[in-house]
């Protein structure tokens, strides 16, 4: 079965949303309105839907692991596509809850990010920012809801590790980018040089 993957052409130069039958990058009208994201620029690699969706579900909350080197080498095509990857100075996982770890026993991105970064030969570190708090869960609000939702909800741990450097964080899905841009804006309020996201999934929107 064909997975969905996103284009390489036609996209956000910010948000990587795609275009059908566009050449080139343009800016999407969130990423150039008052509500743009945090972050410079982001990779994903499939879209949210179909066999990818079933399959990303699994890995994240089944203990389905072994789908890793598989999403890897998605997140690693579409990183080398749309990303400078040799620019990239550190790799981070996205930080997930005390609460949400604690009932899913294991953090899904920080198997993602350890083996990206492992391949692209760059620094990874889980330490460099954490979540606070136990903000409702996104998938139950709208795109406003969401914004007000994760605000305050990181802070920096090792700030030495950021500052002046170009961060890629690595998530399983990203849907409208309100928590990619969250922690974007934390990193960069501790002095982070640029914020890239690479996403195993992009949401159809």
Partial sequence: MRMPFVPTEGCCRVCGKAVEDLDGEYLCEDCGGRDAPAFDRAAGAVRFEGRARELILGYKAARRLWLRDDFVDWLEAAARARLDVSAVDLVMPMPTTVVH?????????????????????????????????????????????????????????????????????????????????????????????????????????
């Fill in 101 to 205: 770890r604690f009932l899913r026993g294991y953090n899904q991105c920080e198997y993602l990010a350890s083996e990206l970064a492992r391949r692209i030969r760059r620094l990874c570190r889980r330490d460099v920012i954490s979540r606070c708090g136990s903000p409702m869960r996104q998938a139950e609000l709208d795109e406003a809801s969401r914004r007000e939702n994760v605000k305050g909800t990181f802070f920096i741990r090792r700030p030495e590790f950021v500052r002046g450097r170009t961060v890629l964080v690595v998530d399983d899905v990203m849907t409208t980018g309100s928590t990619l841009s969250e922690c974007a804006h934390t990193l960069k309020s501790a002095g982070a040089w640029r914020v890239w996201c690479a996403t195993v999934a992009q949401a159809v929107r």
